[in-house]
DNA sequence: TTGTACGCGTTATCAA
DNA sequence: TTGATAACGCGTACAA
């Protein structure tokens, strides 16, 4: 019974067998001495891993949440394992973590969430990455644009622009776009392509009524309140994505605003949380499960490149929140 | 410039210094090569790794989330890494979860969310628990009780009799409890010092007012309907978390009972997104973050042999589903 | 089918 | 302060 033999006969082999015999008995000598394999002498041994890492801004967030639950799954039925970090406000530390996962050898990294249009940040995790993918490492970004690397994008410009449609189908005639950040190429892509869409229908949406703030809750929640304060006119709120809806509905309802009484609302992502908010709350639906399955499939398989880009699409979800108006008299304040 | 002095200049050693001129031709040279430490090697080379592994149920309930959140941020903080596994329904897996990360080597794993009182599955677990701690690994349980290994428990009971005492002081007499799963024992924990409680201050809740579902969203669905279809009386729907209530709460507004005019309605947990429901939900403030926090420093540094036990206490937050009732007419169906 | 011996990349021990 | 070398635990080519 030599050492070799005694790693065939538990992890087996490309090429040898075990004998029944020496097979059991090496099996029952390793359940009697808790011998568990070193996972870090294969990697070593071997030159991989089976660990996957995943990098996400926030688990509180439902929308990434659902994102990382289904890769967590993904790779369960894989037998991959998931080292996961949250960025959480320190954007700057992206390129370290991507460094630490490269340290661990991880076989593939998956970015979800939003990408900064911030050269200094997008150099230095290009460095990160660049290290990385040249010793054979994998990297897919989830719900961003990333070029030269894999991504498994949202039809953010199709489904903002289909919600334009069917506001406008709806009588919504002069939204309150709550456009998050600038920067941020999510809610950037989305709100220029509403804006646009919007004016393309005949309806272009002032300058006055694209108020920037956060791309969270609380961002919804100062958005609405500036549009308050500004005493601005508007017949729908849309906000670029469902946090910032939830955030912007909490704080209108304060101010005795009702909705949708008083003025439609908006959201993107269709959350599973906003199954209990009322009123129902339109919004874009994207597929997390789907997103999350083929970027990790992506993550294993893809060319790696930047070529193996793939787009899921996005359904316009309507419910309470934007009813019909009558033809009659739109709701405006 | 040998591989030793290498090492040194780099990951630095407890005993030995380098020269500053090296040091610099060191640190030149490797970013030169693009160099990334192998955590796999050190890892063997130490006979420790800088990662703990987490268990949680699922990511999708925003109680989970949230403490999962929390402990990535506290390991954040103390430069740790975190490898993530979900059970799912697969709950017979955890033993086999226990072993991977038996085999990673990480340095402590934390068991997060609830113990089924499954004689097979807590042997089987158990054997990979102690297997994992002969090798000196450091188990944490939170939010359970789990003998032998140092829990962060969650004051169940205190919360929920504080809650029953809060309801009755608010003129509530006749509840119905949401069980949740007899063997499931935060439920049963929360469940059984509920009615005990309202026994004592005088309102005994009967049997038929005990229904038996999961502990999901889904089976507060569930556990309402079958309360509707019973025909039952009560004044306020108990639900022992915050998602079964939710989904009560949909389930009853589905049916035409209206929260809170025909029935008070509490959860257990204060989750975040509550904050987005109508009407305000009652509940039992669950501090995650603290629970995290607590939960990593005790696997880092307690006994590890369940001495180390600790509970957080929790405290009923009433919202506007339980209004007080008039003394005159208590509302009831 | 089984055994031997080397290499994976790093740290720690010991000697210089 | 530096260098040489033996571990760490495993997989695998090669020999038996």
């Not at 359940?31 to 030159?47: E, I, K, T």
């Not at 911030?118 to 660049?130: G, K, R, V």
């Not at 005795?256 to 959350?271: E, K, R, V």
Request: a neutral charge; aromatic letters at 4%; proline letters at 5%.
């Amino acid at each position: 019974m030599s050492l070799a033999t005694a790693s065939r006969a538990i992890n087996g082999s490309e090429t040898r067998t075990v004998g029944e015999d020496l097979r059991r008995r090496v099996a029952e000598s390793a359940r009697l001495l808790g011998y568990a394999p070193n996972a870090n002498a294969q990697a070593m041994a071997r030159g991989a891993t089976r660990t996957i890492g995943v990098v996400v801004h926030d688990l509180t967030d439902p929308y990434f949440a659902a994102i990382a639950d289904g890769i967590a799954t993904a790779a369960t039925e894989r037998k991959l394992f998931l080292t996961l970090a949250t960025t959480g406000n320190n954007l700057a530390a992206l390129g370290d973590v991507v460094t630490s996962l490269d340290s661990m050898r991880v076989r593939a990294i998956i970015l979800v969430g939003a990408r900064w249009k911030d050269p200094d940040l997008q150099d230095a995790l290009m460095a990160s990455i660049d290290q990385y993918v040249g010793r054979g490492g994998r990297v897919v970004a989830l719900g961003m644009d990333f070029p030269g690397v894999d991504c498994v994008q949202v039809a953010n410009e199709a489904g903002a622009t289909a919600l334009a449609e069917e506001l406008v189908a709806l009588g919504y005639r002069r939204p309150l776009v709550l456009t998050g950040p600038e920067r941020h190429s999510t809610a950037a892509s989305r709100a220029t392509a509403f804006t646009h869409r919007m004016k393309q229908l005949g309806h272009p949406v002032p300058d006055a009524n694209q108020i920037t703030s956060d791309f969270t809750r609380a961002g919804g929640t100062v958005g609405m309140r500036l549009a308050i304060e500004g005493g601005l006119t508007y017949d729908v709120i849309v906000a670029m994505n469902d946090v910032m809806a939830l955030g912007a509905l909490n704080e209108a309802t304060r101010s005795g605003i009702s909705i949708p009484a008083d003025a439609g609302l908006t959201g993107f992502g269709d959350i599973s949380t906003l199954v209990d908010v009322t009123p129902g709350l339109t919004t874009v639906r994207v597929p997390s499960g789907q997103l999350a399955r083929l970027g990790l499939d992506l993550a294993l398989s893809g060319p790696g490149d930047g070529t193996g880009s793939i787009t899921v699409g996005v359904t316009p979800v309507l419910r309470d929140s934007t009813p019909a108006l009558r033809d009659s008299a739109p709701a405006s304040r």
